[in-house]
């Protein structure tokens, strides 16, 4: 190697290895110096040093510590920065990727209303499974609850946009040290909980509900995500929204809470079912309900001294509001459809789904009328219906029940309807038994109708020619031509097997205060149609046609129900009532009678209103509207029916103030058991009919009641319930009779057959109307006869007098009295009142016992 080292670009040689203990050569191969000992020489390095001198700063402990934090610091904020760039992008794609769904049907749905009429007081309610809805518009949500909703769910809610992040961060350390699921979110975000997604507790959810809520937020205004948040939160009880809430709660309407009530509802929202004021107890001072209704308010004063409060209150109010919660009205029990409020729903929801438009489409499906905030005014009266129900709880036997799960055989079922005579609106009902036990709607499914339908027999014999004074055979046993059938009257004996006999001859009046069979019937087969002018008059009238008859119903006819059964216009026997009629229907009929002869169409909805306020549905009366019979022939019909309450088997419905007009019925089933019992009559007003019917209707009540005619238990029950609806009303009183006398179609019947003599009036300073209508006296002033004749007319010149043969009497002869349970003395043998629904029992005769 030459001297001073190797040249430029040559490479030194090898030094050799290295001897132990030799010091390592340098980059030019030489080896320093050792140091001597003691010298000046740097000292040996360390060779158990891994990090050299650079680790000697950490030998000091305060120094490790803070240099530790620094670059553990830097880590964490690179890290954090990260995290934070690939968040934001998170974001960014999930706020696009992520769109607002469709609202949740169930929240969308909204109960219907159904009102009495006047469209004020609630009946009850349609809605979809057991969600009670109630929404209200921004306009219409009351100012203070919106202030107590933000007090109570979200303060900063005017601020933020949707979500809160400080809420977000606090939930998620939550969830991460407690394991849980869920927490805190603003309004927005409960309101698209509710609306929008489902109320799983997942971070999936939470994710996509603040993305929808940012989302909401710039597309609503602040009032609407408040209002619709206030119409879809759960307030507990089953009630959706603010408005069912304060209804639920308040027993009123959300725009008439308080500012106590309005607190204690909101309040109520952080836990439904535990806070509900019932189940805290009666002194609930002490419950956390009182706490958060607390805070509640306090969050009101915030408000206000924020400035953001929307309704106006001041310090003192909310400081005297926070000494006692508001007071709870004791909770009704789910009475939705219990007692008749569910028979009276089922009948609005059947006209509801029954009306077409003018293409004879549907108006509403079941859909419409259950979840889209319909209000439904119905004719219905509050007063009429607890009329109805009180009166039927007043009479009927106390050991009789409706509902006997062991023995169905002995319930006793009972059914009433009342009529506006002028309109056909039906007022009130009672349907039987409540409504939770047993669906059957006794007013709408009825009973055999017995004697009820002999008003339509005079009426069609009025129409073909025949007049009030006409006689027809009062005798017990009428062959019927054609047949090996007869005919019985009441009063069936051993001795006596076809019944009272009450004259060969006489009037259709007389025969209708007694309701004589065998003159019915007769009556009918004298019609130049037969039977069939008796269905077409009762059908005409009200009473809907059996449904193989249909074809034969009037226009625009609607009745309740849609059919009759066994409504046969070629049975004979028709005028006796053997086919099944409502209660309902045939209180519409007999106010066609009191109408003058003009039916209408009895209904119950009057007005539907949709969910934005628009009247989809009214009802017009001049639809209804139809003549079924002369307005000569209803008044002279009339005027026979009036007898029945004042001489005949309906005395005991003259109780009542206004003068009535009536006729008790009784039907024989297969059997020749009494099956039913009714009384069916009207004033100028109202119209009524009741019946009484056993087990699944036809059974007998003979021997189990012990009064089973139409004058006893129906007929109390009808004066109980008309007397209540119509003696505070001014009197009105019915058309003089017409006295129609056309040309009978049938020889045989002239008045002048009839052996009752004609009362002869009396001159009298004091004579009533009724008995000046009646022949019974003259006023003094006015010393002219009267032109009516009376029950029992002998001649066809009404006030003349004629002396009978004695042996044409028509009056059976009565060997004994006896006082009923209702206090009337009568014959020991019951009158007719007509008896049986034309029952042809194995001895070949027709008719059965009556009262």
């Known amino acids: 190697m030459p001297p001073g080292g190797p040249r430029p670009g040559q490479r030194p040689p090898y030094p050799g290895p290295r001897r132990p203990g030799e010091p390592p050569v340098d980059r030019l191969g030489q080896r320093p110096a050792g140091r001597e000992p003691g010298g000046s020489g740097r000292p040996p390095r360390d060779p158990k040093a891994a990090f050299g001198a650079a680790m000697d700063r950490f030998n000091d402990p305060e120094t490790d510590k803070k ?108 969830n991460a040290t407690t394991g849980s699921q869920g927490g805190a979110s603003t309004i927005t975000q409960q309101y698209v909980k509710n609306l929008y997604l489902t109320q799983e507790r997942t971070y999936s959810r939470k994710v996509k509900e603040a993305v929808i809520s940012l989302k909401i937020s710039r597309q609503k205004s602040k009032d609407e995500i408040l209002t619709g948040y206030l119409n879809t939160v759960y307030f507990g009880r089953g009630a959706y929204g603010v408005q069912a809430a ?49 805070y509640v308010l306090n969050g009101m004063a915030e408000l206000k001294s924020e400035g953001k409060a929307l309704s106006d209150y001041d310090e003192a109010t909310l400081e005297k509001a926070k000494a006692a919660l508001p007071k709870f009205p004791k909770p009704k029990a789910d009475s939705r459809l219990g007692g008749q409020k569910g028979h009276a729903l089922t009948l609005v929801k059947n006209e509801l789904k029954s009306l077409k ?94 004697s009820t339908m002999k008003p339509f027999t005079l009426a069609a014999a009025l129409e073909a020619g025949y007049s009030l ?18 005919v019985r009257n009441s009063g069936q004996t051993d001795a006596d097997p076809t019944g009272h006999g009450y004259g060969e001859h006489i009037t259709g009046i007389k025969a209708m205060e007694e309701s004589v069979n065998t003159s019915f019937v007769q009556m009918s087969t004298a019609l130049p149609n037969g039977s069939q002018d008796v269905y077409d008059m009762a059908v005409k009238a009200g009473l809907p046609p059996d449904e193989q008859h249909a074809e034969n119903a009037p226009a625009d006819y609607r009745s309740i129900p849609a059919y009759s059964i066994d409504f046969d216009p070629k049975n004979y026997l028709l005028t006796l009532g053997r086919q099944a009629i409502s209660p309902i229907n045939m209180a519409n009929a007999y106010a066609t009678i009191a109408n003058g002869g003009v039916r209408n169409t009895v209904h119950l909805v009057s007005k539907v209103v949709d969910a934005e306020g628009d009247v989809v549905y009214e009802w017009n009366q001049r639809d209804g509207e139809e003549r079924a019979m002369s307005e000569d022939a209803a008044d002279d019909t009339s005027y026979a029916l009036q007898q029945v309450v004042e001489n005949g088997t309906g005395k005991t419905a003259g109780v009542i103030k206004q003068p009535a007009a009536g006729k008790t019925g009784t039907a024989t089933n297969a059997d020749d058991d009494v099956s039913s019992a009714w009384f069916a009559g009207y004033t100028p007003q109202l119209s009524t009919a009741v019946m009484y019917v056993r087990g699944k209707g036809s059974g007998k009540l003979d021997g189990w009641l012990d009064s089973y005619f139409g004058a006893g238990y129906p007929a109390e029950t009808w004066a109980k319930i008309m007397g209540t609806l119509t003696d505070d009303l001014e009197i009105e009183e019915f058309p003089e009779p017409a006295w129609m006398d056309g040309v009978a179609p049938q020889d045989g019947h002239e008045p002048s057959l009839t052996a009752t003599p004609e009362p002869t009036p009396t001159p009298s300073e004091d004579c009533s109307k009724k008995d000046e209508r009646k022949g019974l006296c003259i006023p003094i002033e006015e010393p002219e006869e009267s032109q009516s004749p009376t029950d029992g007319a002998t001649d066809g010149v009404p006030g003349e007098e004629t002396t009978p043969d004695e042996s044409e009497s028509t009056e059976p002869e009565v060997t004994e009295t006896a006082c009923d349970w209702f206090g009337d003395c009568e014959s020991s043998s019951p009158p007719a009142d007509g008896n049986n629904g034309g029952g042809n029992n194995d001895t070949g005769t027709a008719g059965g016992t009556t009262q």
């Open 67 to 174: 240099a530790l934090a620094i670059r553990i610091g830097k880590i964490v904020a690179i890290c954090g920065l990260v995290l934070a760039l690939i968040g934001s992008a998170a974001v960014i794609i999930s706020y696009h990727m992520i769109s607002i769904p469709s609202a949740n049907a169930a929240f969308q749905a909204e109960s219907s209303f159904v009102y009495y009429a006047g469209g004020k007081k609630e009946l009850g309610r349609f809605q979809a499974g057991d969600q009670n809805r109630d929404a209200l518009s921004p306009d219409e949500m009351p100012a203070l609850v919106k202030d107590a909703a933000v007090a109570a769910e979200d303060r900063s809610f005017y601020e933020n946009n949707g979500i809160d992040l400080k809420g977000i961060a606090r939930t998620l350390f939550s």
């Open 246 to 294: 304060a209804k639920t709660y308040f027993r009123k309407s959300a725009q008439d809470l308080d500012i106590k009530e309005a607190a204690a509802l909101t309040a109520i929202l952080n836990n439904p079912n535990g806070f509900d004021p019932e189940k805290a107890g009666k002194d609930s001072g002490g419950t956390e309900l009182l706490g958060r209704y607390q």
């Open 469 to 486: 004074k006409d006689t027809w055979t009062g005798e017990g046993g009428l062959e019927i031509p054609g047949t090996d059938r007869v």
């Open 357 to 450: 438009d003018e293409n004879g489409n549907p108006l509403f499906t079941e859909e419409e009328i259950d979840s889209k905030g319909l209000k439904v005014t119905t004719t219905l009266s509050a007063k009429a219906m607890k009329a109805a129900e009180q009166a039927v709880k007043d009479v009927r036997p106390k050991d009789k029940k409706a509902v006997n799960e062991k023995h169905p055989e002995n319930e006793l079922h009972v059914g009433a309807a009342t009529v506006d005579v002028k309109t056909g609106a039906l007022k009130g009902f009672y349907g039987g038994q409540d409504y939770l036990d047993s669906q059957i709607n006794w007013a709408a499914s009825g009973g055999m109708a017995g």
